[in-house]
Nanobody, 120 residues
Framework: QVQLVESGGGLVQTGESLRLSCSTS????????MAWYRQAPGKERELVAV???????IYVDSVKGRFTAFRDNVKNTMVLQMNNLKPEDTAVYYC??????????????WGKGTLVTVSS
């Protein structure tokens, strides 16, 4: 069973930075797609960034230019570097990773999340 564990969340002030990490129990190369999602209080979970195994990274408009997501293949970790944080970035951030079974069916894996709170 693949396990994803997020870390790095915390309380910061507006304009500060945080670096989230998602460590994986499986080989990071086995995930066709990895992504960061977030869920703010009272809101639906939203996609923040996609880091495919092959291809370009994708970011939601609200974080473009401020957040950078990438895979650290040596550490078997996905990272979300968040700069110039804003109060509206406050949310629980989740790591998502997708594998395919032998039949090509995608299998979703989720971490339990890490809380990011940005004070104004």
């Amino acid at each position: 069973q693949v396990q994803l564990v997020e870390s790095g969340g915390g309380l910061v002030q507006t304009g500060e930075s945080l670096r989230l990490s998602c460590s994986t129990s499986g080989s990071i190369f086995s995930f066709n797609r990895m992504a960061w999602y977030r869920q703010a209080p009272g809101k639906e979970r939203e996609l923040v960034a996609v880091v495919p195994r092959i291809g370009s990274r994708i970011y939601v408009d609200s974080v473009k230019g401020r957040f950078t997501a990438f895979r650290d293949n040596v550490k078997n970790t996905m990272v979300l570097q968040m700069n110039n944080l804003k109060p509206e970035d406050t949310a629980v951030y989740y790591c998502n990773a997708v594998q395919e079974d032998v039949g090509g069916t995608p299998i979703d894996h989720w971490g339990k999340g890490t809380l990011v709170t940005v004070s104004s």
